[in-house]
């Protein structure tokens, strides 16, 4: 009899009118319940039949309900909808498609249509982007999907890949190369280099060579060429394949496949400074004094070059070390090999002066077997051979770019600011209650920051180095020259990649236009610079997300034998801690509860950075600790690990 009342639907409206609001941000459960959190300090529950109209990071507007002390909220209204394409799995009941997202905070199955442009033969448990198309807080019954393309088939060793490049919606091939590729006429000549001894100092498997290096002892230093593939000989500005490279932005890097900004046919050959053959370069030549600090100004011009060796990072360090059986070709290269060692060590002596240096991290690789399974993780760390191209590239981007800012007034650059505003009182009060000398001053100026990186350099651990670096900004992509202070310059862009970078082809063609010395220059522009900034950061995103599912998978073993690690505390939480294993650089979660019997006498305090037990500082951040794998969840790409 109370069913389709009106007058009871008044009356429940009206007491709903009376009950207070709240907005926050969806909190998704495994279990079915979720949270609405409101701040850093305020949630309330939601049950699962109110979970099944939202998604894990909605923003909504919920009623909110009280009884017995405890909060209950019930969203109505959708203020921000957290997810509009998604990578699925693809089901069927009834002759009728659903999808299953794979996101593991969002449990639902959504009915879903298949609206693909181009037909593909679908299945069961295939891989799928799709489109959410209605939503129940938007007045619909139910969330409802379109298909907008398969990814991959179910059985795709690659599929994991497949499925990161979409999520983050990158592309899967390289750009199409254009039947007719010469190289452009550009109303600049170019100088012919191909006698001098250039090099090229790269991993043995390395096919996009976009640096080669020649080297001579002066009476006060070292003069050095670097020699830069050109790829913007062969793209025009504006062109089909331009536009393409310019919306990618990157050549994306995920373990053991790579999709290049540009066709691999120019990347990989055209471009690629091979050894033996003729390539168009841009090129600049500097002076260096013997106490490593650039001497004038860089000597810039067009050039035909040639890379007479191919050096492998591994066999140049062995020598230098006195090690392996490797030699120089001849004494010519053997000398150059010595004075850009030198100049190296210069290098590094007057930026540890000068400006900043931070203590090597080894990169870590993945080995893949033929069905994509992974086979090892190897640490490559860094070795002088690798230190003396990482220090010409950087003096050859400083002198060049400083060179492009005072000719063209812009460009593409780094800028990093140091510490945020609002934090530099906190930041001070850390640094002098730790024995160190800041004020607001001196962490704003660049040779402040300078002297505080230095000092933390000379700390016993690096407790107060994790603290402070999250009171910092991050580096951003700039039109305009500004200080770098995490390298501690005053102005920093890069030419030196232009083969994967398309700031750098940006830059290239600005150092053309000044060379050319056109009347009006195209700079950059603010939409360019955030354009690679979100691209940028998407690309880092996707390299993430594939190392987390190839960690899950490989470590399986390690969980099974409860191998021991060496790890280092990363961050603290309310939750538990997070930490680096050294010898894989898989990250894993270590909760607080686990770290005593009596999860009362656990507090992580995540402002300080520390945890304590029983009233005693137990866990820092930077802290060393030993650990073991406990639980390896592989649908959210996680690692649980305890302390040994």
């Known amino acids: 009899m109370f069913k389709d009342n009106p007058l009871l639907a008044q009356l429940k409206q009206e007491i709903r009118e009376t009950l207070p609001t709240a907005e926050g941000t969806i909190k998704a459960t495994a279990k079915g319940y979720g949270f609405l959190e409101v701040d850093r300090k305020t949630s309330h529950f939601i049950a699962p039949p109110f979970m099944r109209k939202v998604m894990h990071g909605d923003k909504v507007s919920a009623v909110i309900r009280t009884e017995n002390g405890k909060t209950q909220a019930e969203p109505e209204k959708l203020l921000q909808q957290s997810v509009t394409r998604f990578v699925a799995t693809l089901g069927s009941r009834n002759g009728k498609w659903f999808v299953t997202p794979e996101n593991h905070n969002i449990n639902l199955n959504i009915n879903a249509r298949a609206d693909l442009q181009v037909p593909a033969k679908l299945a069961d448990g295939d891989w799928v982007l799709a489109e959410l198309k209605r939503h129940p807080l938007n007045g619909d019954n139910s969330f409802y999907a379109h298909i907008v393309h398969k990814v991959a088939d ?3 060793p690659y599929a994991a890949w497949q499925c990161t490049l979409a999520r983050h919606d990158l592309p899967v091939v390289e750009p199409e190369l254009p039947e007719q590729l010469d190289i452009i006429d550009e109303g600049l000549p170019r100088q012919d280099l191909t006698a001098v001894q250039m090099f090229t100092i790269d991993s043995a498997s390395t096919r996009d060579m976009d640096d080669a290096l020649a080297i001579e002892t002066t009476d006060n230093g070292w003069r050095l060429t670097v020699a830069i593939a050109d790829p913007t000989a062969y793209i025009e500005a ?8 310019k919306e990618r932005a990157f050549t994306v890097y995920l373990p053991a496949r790579n999709i290049s900004m540009i066709p691999s046919r ?18 600049a030549t500097l002076d260096i004094a013997s106490d490593g600090a650039l001497i004038g100004e860089p000597q810039i011009c067009l050039a035909t070059v040639r890379s007479h060796y191919k050096l492998a990072y591994d066999e140049v360090s062995d020598w230098l070390e006195q090690s392996g059986s490797w030699q120089p070709a001849n004494d010519d290269i053997k000398a150059q090999l010595e004075a850009l060692q030198a100049m190296t060590k210069a290098r590094v002596a007057w930026r540890n002066e000068h400006a900043i240096t931070f203590p090597d991290r080894p990169d870590y690789r993945f080995e893949l077997n033929d069905d ?27 002198a060049v770019s400083t060179w492009l800012q005072q000719k063209a007034q812009g460009g593409i650059y780094n800028v990093h600011l140091g510490f945020e505003d609002e934090q530099l009182d906190t930041a001070v009060t850390l640094i002098t209650e730790n024995g160190g000398d800041a004020t607001s001053e001196s962490l704003k100026s660049l040779d402040g920051f300078c002297r505080l990186r230095r000092w933390l350099n000379e700390q016993e651990t690096g407790y107060l180095d994790s603290r402070l670096r999250k009171f910092q900004s991050f580096s951003e992509v700039a039109i305009q020259a500004g200080p770098h202070f995490g390298m501690g310059l005053n102005c920093y862009g890069t030419w030196t990649s232009p083969i994967r970078k398309y700031g750098d082809m940006i830059n290239h063609r600005l150092i053309k236009a000044v060379l050319r010395q056109d009347a009006e220059l195209t700079l950059p522009s603010e939409v360019d610079a955030e354009h690679l900034t979100e691209r940028r950061k998407r690309n880092r995103f996707a390299e993430r997300d594939l190392s987390d599912f190839l960690y899950t998978q490989y470590l399986h073993t390690a969980l099974s034998d409860k191998t021991e690690f060496d790890a280092e505390i990363f961050d603290i939480n309310r939750g538990g801690m997070r930490a680096r294993l050294i010898a894989n650089g898989a990250m894993v979660f270590i909760p607080a509860p686990t770290l005593h019997s009596d999860k009362k006498q656990v507090q992580a305090n995540a402002d300080e950075g520390l945890i304590s037990i029983e009233g005693e500082v137990k866990y820092r951040l930077a802290d060393a600790v030993k650990v073991r794998l406990s639980e390896i969840k592989a649908v959210s790409r996680s690692l649980v690990a305890e302390i040994i």
């Open 154 to 156: 179910k059985n795709d």
């Open 266 to 283: 120019l990347s990989e050959e055209l471009c690629s400074l091979v050894a033996n053959e003729d390539r168009p370069a841009v090129v």
């Open 238 to 245: 504006g062109s089909t394949l331009d536009e393409a490279a």
């Open 372 to 398: 994509a399974t992974v086979k090892a993780i190897h640490a490559d760390h860094r070795r002088i051979a690798n230190s003396m191209i990482e220090e010409s590239m950087i003096v050859a981007n400083i």
